[in-house]
Every structure is written in C-alpha cells, then in structure tokens.
C-alpha cells in the first residue's frame, strides 16, 4: 500500500474536480485509519489517489522554512519536516543551508533533479559562476575534455561561459581524447587557441607537443 | 507504457549499440517524461536532424529486438498521408515514434533549437537528448491529435502557471504554410482547453487572421 501511494503521489488526480475536503489535518495522524479502510475495501483506490492529491501536491509553490511550510499547511513542527523529507525524498523539494543556517526549502509541482553535466562541472571548477541556459543530465562519464567541446559550442551563444572554460585546461586527463572530439566537430584550431589563452590567465597543465600544431 | 527510470535506463542501454554519435531532440510523452509533467508513457517520440542519423538510431534498436509497425490505428488517414509522419518501432509495450526534421511539416531545427533540458548517455557512443520548452510541447502535441494528447495538453498547463500563448501562436503562423491543418489544430486544442484555462481571445483572433490572409 505504501508503494501505491508513492507511486501515486507524482501523479496529478484526473478528477480533481470534486470539492473533496479530508477533515483530518495531516496524513500522518489519518494514515494509519487509511490503510485499514483501503485493506478492508471500505475506499477504494480513487479515494487514495485523491486523498494523497489533495494533501501533498496542492502545495504551493516556492521558498519555505519548517515554520513558515508548517504554518501554511496547518501543520505540527514535526508533521512539517516529515512532510518535506518525504517530498526532498520525491524530488518536489529542495533544501539549502544547514548547520548554523537556517534550511530553506524550494518547492516545485514537478520533481527537480539537481543537473550534473557542463554547467555543474564549469561552475565547480572556475570561480568566474555562469547561470544554466538550460538543465544538462548526464548519464555515463562527462569530463573536462567534454565539457571544453560542449562550452566552445556554446560559447558562441554566451561570451561568459569561454572566460570559465579556461579553468578546465587544469583538469584534462586525456588530451587525445579532447583533440579527437574538437576534430570531429572541427573546431581544433579553437580548442588550440582557448588553450593559449588559458596558459595565460590561468596555471593549468601543460598540452603535449604533438597536438601543438 | 514506459516510466521515467526505464526511459532513462533504456537510452542509456541504446547508447552502448550506437554506430555513431546522436543528437535527437524529445518531443511528446518522452520530453514530458524528462520534464517531470507525467510519470509514464505509451510512446518515445523523436525527432532527428536526418534520415541517416534515424537509421543509424533504428539499426541501434533494431538489435535490441525492436521491429518496425504500421501507423494505422495510431494516427488518422491525413497524418499517415503526410510526409513528415514517423517510423514506428515497438517491442512489447514500448513504442518508438522516429521523425526526421519535422513533426508532420512542423520543422524543428535540432542543432540550434532553444532547449531547457539536455541529456547524455554515454555509452561505447553518445546519445545526446535535447528537450524542448513547453510551449513547443503542447504545439506539438496539438499537431499529433493521438489518444491521450489531449490530456497531456492539459497536465502541462494545470502544472505550468505561465505558458507563452503568443509564442505559440506566432510559432504556428509562422510554419503554417509546410502544414496546411497546423492553424485548424491548434486552435481545436486551444478551444478545448479554454474550458480548463483562460486564454486570450487575442490568440484566437491572430489564428483566424492568420488563416484569412492565407486563403487570400
């Protein structure tokens, strides 16, 4: 059953049309009383569905502390923070801050993965932070070598992401690789001259003599 | 029907069968899928840069036991008889919907599309999948008028506070001369939806004089 509900819980109610109202103010205090009247047949699964519609993804969207999230929702201190571990859990909130500051969480109606592909890998390595223009997942290796094909492609639209790049140069493991990436897109003399400018401004290893040319 | 994990896990395995590297762009379920607007879908539908890039897709997924169906049941007489309708290819319950270039003569420029997702499998070769904003997601789905557009049209917009109506609208004036039904659907969409959202009347109006000034 609590498989169900999760599974349930991304889901948006097709009927949502019904003024239904649950009396109880929490999941957690009317869970327990759910269950057994689903495993007694008494509801049915429609009701599940609208009942977990109701209570988690009505939410509002958009920045919250535990106090100002349990007071919106009418909720226990402690409801509150199990309500958003579970939605953090389901991807629907993220958190920051922590320790000594105060956690914010950020939530949205669809579920958010946090990007790990060039913007992620740029902003990690340069101190020069660009804004994503778009969310890039990737699954499998992404390294520097890929990321500095990928941003001089890129950099064409935003001028700021080529002043970043050059703190890649310092993580290029595999500059056989690189070249043979740049060559298939044609753009080695790029790769060539970004490197230039990197040696420059930045300290960054040194390129093998054989791909100099 | 196909959920988001099994999608992602799926590409990732038709990357490590690729000849060559790919760059598709996701529309319809899959990109509602990556976007997080639904959780599972009947089809994968893409669109790729050239039919050289689609065979070297379908020779990838070919290997993995998928095997080329008719469009009869799936889309009406006038999509079937339209130059940019799809390849079909299922295996089991997943279906693949293969384009190249355009979605029934709605053109979409991969290598320079404005994208708000990019996914990467990177397998023995790369799979590079490009998704599209939401207002190029309910246009196209608009255009593809299958079973269940219709309600995903409408999980978008009670999800997404702000759709841009009029990018949509311009979007669809703009390639209405490559598909000749274009205005008609999106405007038997957008008429279907005023009974769940508002819309401008402003929007309707620039259809109907887009639509004159064409048979003039």
Redesign the interface.
């Known amino acids: 059953m609590e498989h169900v509900l999760r599974?349930r819980i991304?889901?948006?109610c097709?009927t949502l049309k019904t003024r239904f109202r649950c009396p109880h103010p929490t999941i957690s205090s009317f869970r327990g009383h759910l269950f057994s009247l689903a495993l007694h047949n008494i509801i049915n699964e429609t009701f599940i569905y609208q009942f977990v519609w109701i209570t988690y993804m009505q939410l509002v969207e958009g920045k919250f502390t535990v106090e100002t999230f349990a007071r919106k929702k009418g909720l226990g201190r402690q409801s509150a923070i199990n309500l958003l571990s579970r939605l953090k859990k389901q991807?629907f909130a993220r958190v920051s801050g922590g320790g000594r500051q105060k956690r914010i969480y950020t939530i949205s109606?669809?579920?958010?993965r946090t990007p790990n592909?060039f913007f992620y890998l740029l902003n990690k390595y340069s101190p020069e932070k660009v804004h994503p223009s778009?969310?890039?997942?990737?699954?499998?290796?992404?390294g520097a070598e890929?990321a500095i094909i990928d941003g001089l492609l890129l950099s064409k639209k935003d001028v700021r992401i080529r002043e970043a790049m050059l703190h890649l140069f310092r993580h290029v493991n595999d500059w056989k690789k690189l070249f043979d990436m740049a060559r298939?897109e044609g753009i080695e003399k790029d790769v060539r001259k970004l490197y230039g400018e990197a040696r420059q401004k930045t300290r960054c290893r040194t390129m093998p003599r054989r791909y100099e040319k | 029907m196909i959920n988001t994990q099994d999608q992602e896990e799926l590409f990732g395995l038709i990357a490590e069968y690729l000849s060559e590297d790919l760059v598709c762009l996701a529309i319809g379920g899959t990109a509602m899928m990556f976007s997080g607007y639904k959780n599972a879908t009947k089809d994968i539908d893409l669109v790729f840069e050239n039919e050289k890039t689609r065979r070297a897709f379908i020779k990838a997924i070919e290997q993995l036991g998928y095997t080329e169906k008719a469009l009869f049941g799936v889309y009406d007489e006038k999509r079937r008889a339209h130059e940019g309708k799809p390849k079909m290819f299922s295996r089991g319950d997943e279906r693949f919907d293969l384009f190249v270039e355009n979605v029934f003569g709605f053109h979409l420029d991969i290598k320079n599309a404005e994208i708000t997702q990019r996914y990467d499998f990177i397998g023995k070769k790369e799979l590079v999948v490009k998704v599209l904003p939401k207002e190029y997601l309910i246009l196209l789905k608009a255009i593809t008028g299958r079973d269940k557009d219709e309600e995903d049209i409408e999980s978008i917009i009670l999800m997404e506070k702000e759709i841009d109506w009029q990018f949509i609208v311009d979007e669809a004036i703009k390639q209405r001369n490559s598909n000749q039904w274009l205005i008609y659907d999106l405007e038997e969409a957008m008429l279907k939806l005023k009974k769940k959202t508002f819309i401008k009347k402003q929007y309707f109006d620039a259809l109907y004089k887009a639509e004159e000034e064409k048979k003039k």
């Open positions: 599974f991304s889901k948006r097709p991807g109606r669809t579920p958010v592909g778009f969310e890039h997942y990737v699954h499998g290796k992404y890929r298939k």
